[in-house]
């Protein structure tokens, strides 16, 4: 997806305002380890990319781009389509102005950015992204009209990805049962 974000946004003419100015930034709550679960109904996201476990509770809504803020992957940027538990080491982007700003297209804008915001990164032994750091983070931001366009293509676009990726593990598990049938 790099070089289709290249092409949307490398050239792309409009406004550019901090991130602050777009969203406000807001630290997860942490959770003692021991109130994590291996099920639940809602997966708690801290530094890492995946979840570091399950609650019964959440913090944030769904629709909703999450941060890494700590950790070897601090910088990463997800987008969470149901409600999760935001952790102590995750931040996580409340739309001020949901009118002029489509979370997907700041999402897929802070996702092209990525490399940009791990290099915000501060310390050895457990890095993280500082949150004034953040605040200050520019993004470009045209007309919510140019904003829905570019987020329709780039849906598309995983769209189609996700179903390829869907029949190339369909294909495979099918060539596994075949071989397998080869060498009875």
Known sequence: MSAIYQEMFGSLV??????GQVA???????VNGTELLEQGDYYVMNGGTLPSGWLYKYNTEANTISISEGGNSCGYVQYNTSPYWSGGHCYS????HPQETSDLYLYHFLKWQEENIMA????SGLPNIQ??????????LPTITQQNKIVLILSAIEEKVSCEISITQYFVKQKEYLLSQLFI
């Open 131 to 140: 949150k004034k750091d953040l605040l200050h983070f520019p993004v470009i």
């Open 14 to 19: 409009a406004q550019t305002l901090k991130l």
């Open 24 to 30: 406000e930034v807001v630290k997860g709550k942490q």
């Open 93 to 96: 982007l409340k739309i001020l």
């Open 120 to 123: 915000l990164r501060i310390g």
